[in-house]
């Protein structure tokens, strides 16, 4: 059974930091892109930050220069560092694994997990 399991989230205060961690199991992470994606509340769903298969990574205008990403393939694990939080990153945030091993679209991802929430208050 595939399964990606996100864990980390929490409730902070504007300036905190989270690191969120997804862990895999039935399918591995090794050679895929992998990324990080938030809904929040009566919005979309929105990519957030990527990385590829060969550890290069990309990030979306809003969370440039705060959040880090980055991936463990050994222990099949993705992570998300993010620092100087705001009110406006509270969201749900899932993990999410690419079927490619190089970013083209946010559309090219599949086998998603089932979120953590991330909650900031001013």
């Known amino acids: 059974r595939v399964q990606l399991v996100e864990s980390g989230g929490g409730l902070v205060q504007a300036g905190g930091s989270l690191r969120l961690s997804c862990t895999a199991s039935?399918?591995?992470?090794?050679?895929?892109?992998l990324g990080w994606f938030r809904q929040a509340p009566g919005k979309e769903r929105e990519g957030i930050s990527y990385?590829?298969?060969?550890?290069?990574?990309g990030y979306v205008n809003s969370v440039k220069g705060r959040f880090t990403i980055s991936r463990d393939n050994a222990k099949n694990t993705l992570y998300l560092q993010m620092n100087n939080l705001k009110p406006e990153d509270t969201a749900m945030y899932y993990c999410?694994?690419?079927?490619?091993?190089?970013?083209?679209?946010?559309?090219?991802?599949?086998?998603w997990g089932q979120g953590t929430q991330v909650t900031v208050s001013s």
């Open positions: 999410a694994r690419d079927t490619r091993a190089y970013f083209r679209s946010w559309g090219d991802f599949a086998y």
């Open positions: 990385i590829t298969q060969s550890g290069n990574a």
């Open positions: 039935g399918l591995t992470f090794d050679g895929y892109g």
